[in-house]
């Protein structure tokens, strides 16, 4: 085995109980030059010797604490360590396919110019057959987004994750890091991919995506009413935070977002669902008013006037 990894994984966790099937399967890779990062966040004590019974003295495996909570700020707490070229990211209620990291590190190899890769995330089967059971799941198809030459028009079939998302590390010098104001566990708990999504396409990134390279969302499910409405409020407030935020950079995005949002109501025909598009809208203009009132950008990164 090489003494650098070809891929480092790195996982934000914020619990214990769902480590068992991640950390296994990254140990089952096909591809076994790797590091897995765990990058425990918050007051729970019982995430690092999870992980160190689970690893069984895999060297491989290593842990790390992060002060500030939140995914992004666990993200970039394993960027700052990671020692190989590219950075793999996957969440704590995930499995890795056995063939995850190869076949992803087989496409930056055959085209070296491809600076990031973004597979589906599959859950469950019939986790999402009922009116109060979720589980997100992003299915994409093999395409190729050349953000340099036909910026913000993704070609057909192209999909994006963060928890399924390899990138090569000279991008974060370009880019940046993740956005710690954006996604779970901060105020605006959702769109923290989007908003990299948005910053990749500003800087002319070359972006593939691959139905072969697959995560499966084994603990993703969200079932009951108040898990249904949590899930509702977190993804409406953390759009709105983006939006917010694309405002604040005069991006004309995060205005025409906001209006779409709102003008979502004409396109509903079944009576019943306006009650969610008014808790959606409600969320979501909340969160854009605080964003635009409470935060300014810098360096393509929300900071607290």
Same mark, same amino acid.
């Given at each position: ?41 918050? /007051? ?11 690893? /069984? ?215 019943? /669902? ?32």
């Amino acid at each position: 085995m090489n003494s650098l990894p070809k891929i480092s994984v790195c996982v934000p966790a914020s619990r214990h109980t769902t480590l068992g099937p991640l950390i296994d399967s990254i140990l089952k890779q096909t591809l076994e030059e790797w590091e897995l990062l765990v990058i425990g966040q918050g /007051k729970n004590s019982e995430i690092k010797p999870a992980c160190e019974r689970i690893a /069984k003295g895999d060297t491989r495996v290593s842990y790390i604490h992060s002060e500030r909570i939140g995914t992004s700020a666990a993200r970039n707490a394993g960027i700052a360590v990671a020692k190989s070229q590219i950075v793999a990211f996957i969440d704590d209620d995930c499995e890795a396919d056995k063939r995850w990291l190869e076949t992803a590190y087989q496409h930056f190899e055959n085209d070296p110019t491809v600076d990031a890769i973004f597979g589906s995330v599959i859950a469950p089967e019939g986790s999402n057959a009922h009116f109060l059971s979720l589980c997100p799941q992003v299915m994409v198809q093999d395409a190729v987004y050349d953000t340099k030459t036909d910026p913000q028009n993704p070609p057909f079939g192209f999909g994006f994750i963060g928890c399924n998302a390899l990138i090569r590390r000279h991008i974060f010098e370009h880019v940046g890091l993740f956005d710690e104001y954006l996604g779970p566990g901060t105020e605006f708990p959702a769109a923290e991919d989007t908003d990299f999504l948005f910053r990749l396409e500003s800087h002319g990134t070359r972006l593939r995506s691959s139905k072969d390279v697959i995560v499966y969302h084994t603990n993703g499910m969200r079932s009951g009413l108040a898990n249904s409405l949590k899930h509702t409020r977190n993804y409406a407030t953390g759009n709105g935070g983006l939006a917010g935020k694309l405002t604040l950079q005069s991006d004309p995005r995060g205005g025409i977002w906001m209006r779409s949002t709102v003008g979502e109501l004409t396109k509903i025909s079944a009576p019943g /669902k306006v009650l969610g598009w008014l808790l959606r809208t409600l969320y979501f203009l909340k969160a854009y008013g605080r964003c635009r009132k409470r935060y300014d950008v810098e360096m393509g990164l929300l900071v607290l006037k």
